[in-house]
């Protein structure tokens, strides 16, 4: 497993810098296109990491258009370089919301590893650096919520040109993170079953979730698909 570590005063000199200056780094999903399509119209493993902005609707209604624009920015500008030091890919991002993959085709432990510190990493970097940029700039703080799960997903390719079709991944993982977040606490991480069980040594100590509301089944085993506090 990876550990990079997190200068939070570098992360927070970053953020102002991106307050003052707007966004310091490109945005792109190219690298994560470019695994991608190494896989087109294949099966590959992979763990999802979901990490989210807690409370974005009121965060919306309370800053102006600009403002908003710039907190969602400098967001995914954070979360994105966290994901790149965990050895991650940025597949999307959706509104206040960025989605990574970890490759795991050849070491699943690993990869889980590797998500799950980055989204531990990704929870310092808010409370540590991100919130103090802000809260000088005169900002509102954030909370965020991470969920991480692993499993198979079919990489497809949106047309007949690998260099220039969109291309895209669909499978349970993906959907279950996704579904998640919902039950998750502003500032926690919630693991998903699949991934639980690949994390060795790491997942051992980690407390199952009781959910009466959460509704979703295991497809293999039947039994009701398990979730985890990291």
């Given amino acids: 497993m990876l550990s990079p570590t997190i200068d939070l005063k570098q992360v927070q000199a970053r953020v102002e810098r991106t307050i003052e200056r707007g966004v310091q780094i490109d945005l792109s999903t190219t690298l994560c296109k470019r695994y991608l399509r190494r896989h ?38 954070e ?50 650096g991100i919130n103090p940029a802000l809260k000088s700039h005169g900002l509102p703080e954030l909370g965020i919520k991470v969920s991480i799960d692993y499993g198979e997903v079919l990489v497809v390719l949106y047309g007949k040109s690998l260099e220039n079709s969109h291309i895209d991944i669909i499978g349970s993982n993906i959907s279950m993170a996704a579904k998640m977040l ?9 693991v998903g079953m699949r991934a639980h069980d690949n994390l ?4 051992k100590d980690m407390k199952e979730i009781e959910n009466a509301d959460w509704p ?10 398990k979730l985890y506090f990291a």
């Fill in 200 to 203: 060795g040594d790491a997942g």
């Fill in 40 to 77: 087109a119209n294949l099966k590959t493993n992979v763990v999802v990491l979901y990490v989210d902005i807690d409370g974005s609707t009121k965060l919306t209604q309370s800053v102006p258009p600009t403002q908003l624009a710039l907190i969602l920015q400098l967001f995914s500008q």
């Fill in 79 to 128: 979360m994105s370089l966290l994901v790149s030091n965990y050895r991650g890919y940025v597949l999307k991002y959706v509104g206040d919301a960025v989605i990574a993959l970890f490759p795991a085709e050849h070491n699943v432990e690993h990869a889980c590893k590797n998500a799950l510190g980055c989204g531990r990493t990704m929870i310092e970097a808010i409370t540590g």
């Fill in 216 to 225: 979703y089944m295991d497809e293999k085993s039947g039994g009701r698909y």
């Fill in 182 to 190: 919902a039950f998750a606490p502003t500032g926690s991480i919630m």
